[in-house]
């Protein structure tokens, strides 16, 4: 059987993965980026890049890349669909406290292909695709890490394994982790289509979120393509879901007559709310979608995976370069990053979507008119903008360790 020696492999090549992997390499670690695929997926969930993120990239050098690829979403909309009420939120207003203020609306598959590209050319640091990990023996010295290509297994030993192999994690479960929490009893179908809805509304922002007793709406715009996210039955086959009839329902409701509306992708995702009880066991990190999930009303899936891998590679490298405790440091990311999923994402994306679904008897009115004073009050609309871009959480878990 073959075996490599590194000093952090890595389970997963998607963007959480590829951050955390050239964060390391490009500063010299040695590493092994394990991915059951046979390239980063061509996936189209997480489109929306906050602040913060867009500046820890930018210590990658990939940020303008992104800006160049991308589209830069100042604005952001809460819209009625029954009334068309719009209340408008302005990210400029925080360029006093962050050198991006606006989000990037570019599909998550490119930062992990370009990043995968560039962990490649580090020297020191492999890419192996077609490499499932299969399961793992810690020691106390070391963690041996066994994965199947297409022909064979292969073993790695390793200092630490970060698992960035997402929702379904297999080294979350071989470690036994609980992932506690609650599935949305909707489905979530997306669309993508290059109808130019701009042209159906007046003053469409990039990002939409849509508001309604029967059917909220998420309308995203992403270079060439909208998306656009509405809930489904899940007593509804998903076949009859995907079909050509309830496309066209669902554009008709939207624009009037969607019969003529063609789509590029039509996918259906089941929805969690659940964090991992621990993200560290021993020489075993967890992050990203491994260690937690949310739904998408706010776009922090993604970002706070992005977050725990700087967080981590960081400590890495404190204990690596300068010697520091790893079990303190080690320790200390599981507390804060932890801390921020339950306290701040889990928090704030059920807020966010109990907005949308504004079918809850009169709640909805109030929580609307708590928004339109919150967009009016420059202190309170200032504090939503701080939390929504996700910079709030940031400076908050300093605290935490
Ligand atoms: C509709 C929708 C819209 C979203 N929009 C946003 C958004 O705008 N902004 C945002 O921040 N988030 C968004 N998200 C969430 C975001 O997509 C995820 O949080 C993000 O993809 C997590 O990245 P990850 O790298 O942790 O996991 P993944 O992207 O799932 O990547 C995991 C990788 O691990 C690989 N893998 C799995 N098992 C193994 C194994 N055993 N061995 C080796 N490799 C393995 C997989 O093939 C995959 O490449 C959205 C989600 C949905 C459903």
Known sequence: ???????????????????????????????????????????????????????????????????????????????????????????????????????????????????????????GAQVLFNHRVLGFEQSASDITIHAETPLSIISIKADFLIAADGANSVVRKWLGTQFDGFTYP????????????????????????????????VLLRVPSLWRVLVPASPEQDDGLLLADAN????????????RAVQTEHRTIYRVHQRVAQSFRSNRVLL????????????????????????????????????????????NAFDVQRRRTACEFTQAQTIRNLQYLDAGKGGEHALR???????????????????????IDCLEREKEYA
Request: glycine share 8%; charged share 25%.
């Open 287 to 330: 992050i990203g979608d491994a260690a937690h999930l949310n739904n998408p009303i706010g776009g922090f899936g993604m970002n706070s995976g992005i977050h725990d891998a700087f967080n981590l590679g960081e400590r890495l490298l404190s204990i690596y370069r300068h010697g520091a405790d790893a079990d303190h440091a080690l």
């Open 368 to 390: 609307k008119r708590e928004m339109e004073q919150v967009s009016a009050d420059p202190v309170k609309r200032r504090e939503f903008l701080l939390r929504q871009s996700m």
């Open 247 to 258: 496309k066209d329902e669902v554009f008709t409701r939207l624009l009037g007559d969607g």
């Open 1 to 123: 059987m073959d075996q490599i020696r590194t000093q952090v492999a890595i389970a997963g090549a998607g963007p959480v993965g590829t951050v955390a992997a050239y964060l390391l390499a490009s500063q010299g670690i040695d590493v092994v980026l394990l991915e059951a695929g046979r390239d980063c997926a061509l996936d189209l969930r997480a489109s929306t890049f906050h602040p913060p993120t867009l500046e820890m990239l930018d210590q990658l050098d990939v940020t303008s890349r992104l800006i160049e690829m991308g589209l830069k979403a100042p604005i952001y909309h809460f819209r009625e669909r029954q009334t068309g009420d719009v209340i408008e939120f302005d990210m400029s207003e925080l360029s006093d406290v962050t050198r991006y203020p606006f989000r990037v609306q570019c599909e998550q598959y490119h930062l992990a292909r370009m990043l995968s590209e560039a962990v490649r050319g580090q020297p």
């Open 186 to 217: 909707e489905k979530f179908l997306c669309y993508t289509t290059r109808e130019p809805l701009e042209q159906h509304f007046s003053n469409l922002a990039h990002v939409n979120y849509v508001s309604d007793p029967h059917e909220w709406m």
